[in-house]
């Protein structure tokens, strides 16, 4: 069995902004939300974790709540940033 490093934040940002985004009011393209995503984990700390694939999932699940409030709190931070400024036309 081999154990994998990572930043399982990254995950749980992606989860919360997958059910938040219908509620946000801002351009959903690819640019708009990798720039949200982007946003968000420069301001969250990181949760690194080694763990083998099926254990991952597990972790995220458990962790999620636990950092529910900073992760919607940097999303909607995020998401007016990227509405007032995006990288696109």
Do not use: W
Request: glycine share 2%.
């Amino acid at each position: 069995m081999s154990l994998v490093v990572k930043n399982i934040m990254e995950d749980m940002v992606e989860r919360k902004l997958d059910a938040m985004m219908p509620q946000l009011d801002v351009c959903n393209c690819e640019i708009c939300r990798t720039d949200i995503l982007c946003y968000a984990l420069n301001r969250l700390k990181p949760k690194y974790v080694a763990t083998s694939q099926g254990e991952l999932l597990s972790k995220i699940d458990s962790l999620s709540s636990t950092f529910d409030i900073a992760i919607i709190t940097q999303i909607s931070a995020a998401a007016q940033v990227v509405k007032e400024f995006p990288r696109h036309n």
